[in-house]
């Protein structure tokens, strides 16, 4: 049984004459008739009197058109609520990015998709790189920011944004704390704070390290970035991060590194050939721009 056999019912129901409720429908009386029938066979009885030309609707007719009232109204609500959803520059996206970008980047970039699109709606999501992965496969998220993930089980769109330089930080007291470039190397014997386990940082890092021959001697593994900078400035060790929002406040120096190159890549995911709400697309589009245009952090 489909909405426009219903919408047909309501019609003869409420003229009680098949002429006019044809005429009313644009449809020939034949065919309104035959739709009218198959309903009846349908639900197993009439939903009609019928004495000559004429038809009356019968109490199984009368008991259906409450239920047809109410199944129309819940799909002309549904299909209001879904044009108000891709309408330009309204409804709801799941947005997802990395932990350091929620210190500078995203709260500025919302800030400016506030003043662009006042009508739609974001549901926010920080997490890890990794962790971001599975909310993109499980379709909980529609874009996230982060480096670049890889999916074994779906196709992922990436599109590198900018460059993020990781820098070495010290402790103000540390002999290498008034030099300007280090190599990596030349920390390979201090104490590492470093991100958990997990995190696709930890494992840039890591990664960096080996590129050098270096094992780091990890001694403490913070949730956050602030954390790190925090346990460096207590003199308890060293690390290798972004230049993180509100780092001069920590008793730390940031050292620039000329070997290797240490850099990481930040671009906008998504799953390809998934459909994405128009509101999505057009952020995503937006995101694309603005921080092309931006060029590196």
Same mark, same amino acid.
Not at 36 to 44: R, V
Not at 101 to 105: D, K, N, S, Y
């Given at each position: 049984m489909e909405i426009q056999q219903l919408y047909y019912f309501k019609i003869v129901a409420t003229l009680q004459h098949m002429t006019q409720a044809a005429e009313k429908l644009s449809i020939s009386q034949p065919a309104l008739s035959k739709s009218?029938?198959?309903? +009846?066979? +349908?639900?197993?009885v009439p939903l009609f009197d019928r004495q000559g030309r004429s038809i009356f609707l019968n109490r199984y007719g009368a008991l259906f058109l409450e239920s047809v009232d109410i199944i129309l109204a819940e799909h002309s609500k549904v299909v209001q609520e879904f044009a108000e959803i891709t309408k330009p520059g309204f409804g709801e996206v799941s947005f997802g990015f990395i932990h350091t970008?929620?210190?500078?980047?995203v709260p500025e970039l919302m800030a400016h998709t506030s003043k662009k699109y006042p009508n739609m709606q974001f549901t926010l999501t920080q997490s890890t790189s990794l962790r971001l992965l599975k909310f993109l496969e499980d379709g909980d998220i529609d874009l996230c920011l982060s480096q670049k993930i890889e999916s074994k089980i779906l196709d992922i769109n990436w599109i590198e944004l900018w460059t993020e330089e990781l820098f070495v930080i010290v402790p103000e007291n540390h002999p290498l704390a008034e030099r300007e470039y280090i190599k990596l190397t030349e920390i390979k014997d201090d104490p590492f704070i470093s991100i958990k386990r997990g995190n696709s940082l930890r494992q840039m890092v890591d990664t960096l390290f080996q590129s050098v021959g270096i094992t780091t001697n990890t001694t403490f593994s913070a949730e956050e970035m602030h954390t790190v900078a925090g346990f460096v400035g207590s003199g308890l060790g060293v690390s290798l991060i972004p230049d993180i929002k509100g780092l001069d406040q920590f008793n730390v120096k940031k050292l620039r590194v000329s070997e290797p190159p240490c850099y990481r890549k930040i671009g906008l995911s998504w799953v390809k050939n998934r459909y994405i709400s128009p509101a999505a697309n057009e952020f995503k589009d937006f995101l694309i721009e603005t921080l092309l245009s931006q060029g590196q952090k």
């Open positions: 009218i029938a198959n309903m +009846e066979q +349908e639900l197993g970008l929620g210190m500078e980047v």
